[in-house]
Antibody, heavy 119, light 110 residues
Framework: QLQMQESGPGLLKPSETLSLTCTVS??????????WGWIRQPPGKGLESLGE???????FYKPSLKSRVIISLDTSRNQFSLKVTSVTAADTAVYYC???????????WGPGTRVTVSS | QSVLTQPPSVSAAPGQEVTISCSGS????????ASWYQQVPGTAPKLLIY???KRPSGIPDRFSGSKSGTSATLGITGLQTGDEADYYC???????????FGGGTRLTVL
């Protein structure tokens, strides 16, 4: 059974770079059937998709965040990662990694990891 | 403000049925598939409906989905107290080139 787990620092200062990793078990991220994505949820607010990456490395990013977000794959470790540069308090959120089945549904989610940006 | 519009809240009594709407445009729901997610506060979202009306394995048939034009609808019958959660619609937006979500609907089972 597929499982996903986010990991990374929970507290950052403004202007730092947020780096999170999603470890996938029970399936290979090299499987070309799926995309692998990051979604976040600010406290008390709704879901926001940040972007996704295919098994071949093709990426899609939310346009308003494209200049600050990078998603990458590490197939040797069966992981994919998220980087968000120049964070501000507005980046405070629970960050989820998820598998996207074609065409556009996230069918497996990690439990989420809380990231706080504060000076 | 979300590109997909959902009512902030709906409520109904146990055993009753409820529908939740998701209104979009031709660049998203109108020409792409809708999905629905259930999120119990403090937990990760769970996929309920994909490809407008299909249910993943393990999702009871009390949950149903439909799409008409630029709107999608989630239906829940035989409401249970365990159905109290936030519900989100989602789809691809062709203009944005990204997945988008509605603002979410809080379901209260009275």
């Amino acid at each position: 059974q597929l499982q996903m787990q986010e990991s990374g620092p929970g507290l950052l200062k403004p202007s730092e770079t947020l780096s999170l990793t999603c470890t996938v078990s029970g399936d290979s991220i090299s499987d070309s059937s799926y995309y692998w994505g990051w979604i976040r949820q600010p406290p008390g607010k709704g879901l926001e998709s940040l972007g996704e990456i295919s098994s071949s490395g093709k990426t899609f990013y939310k346009p308003s965040l494209k200049s600050r977000v990078i998603i990458s794959l590490d197939t040797s470790r069966n992981q994919f990662s998220l980087k968000v540069t120049s964070v501000t308090a507005a980046d405070t959120a629970v960050y989820y990694c998820a598998r996207k089945r074609p065409p556009d549904a996230f069918d497996v989610w990690g439990p989420g990891t809380r990231v706080t940006v504060s000076s | 403000q979300s590109v997909l519009t959902q009512p902030p809240s709906v409520s109904a009594a146990p055993g009753q049925e409820v529908t939740i709407s998701c209104s979009g445009s031709s660049s998203n729901i109108g020409n792409n598939y809708a999905s629905w997610y259930q999120q119990v506060p403090g937990t990760a979202p769970k996929l309920l409906i994909y490809d407008n009306y299909k249910r993943p394995s393990g999702i009871p048939d009390r949950f149903s989905g439909s799409k008409s034009g630029t709107s999608a609808t989630l239906g829940i019958t035989g409401l249970q107290t365990g159905d109290e959660a936030d519900y989100y619609c989602g789809t691809w937006d062709t203009s944005l080139g990204a997945v988008i979500f509605g603002g979410g609907t809080r379901l209260t089972v009275l």
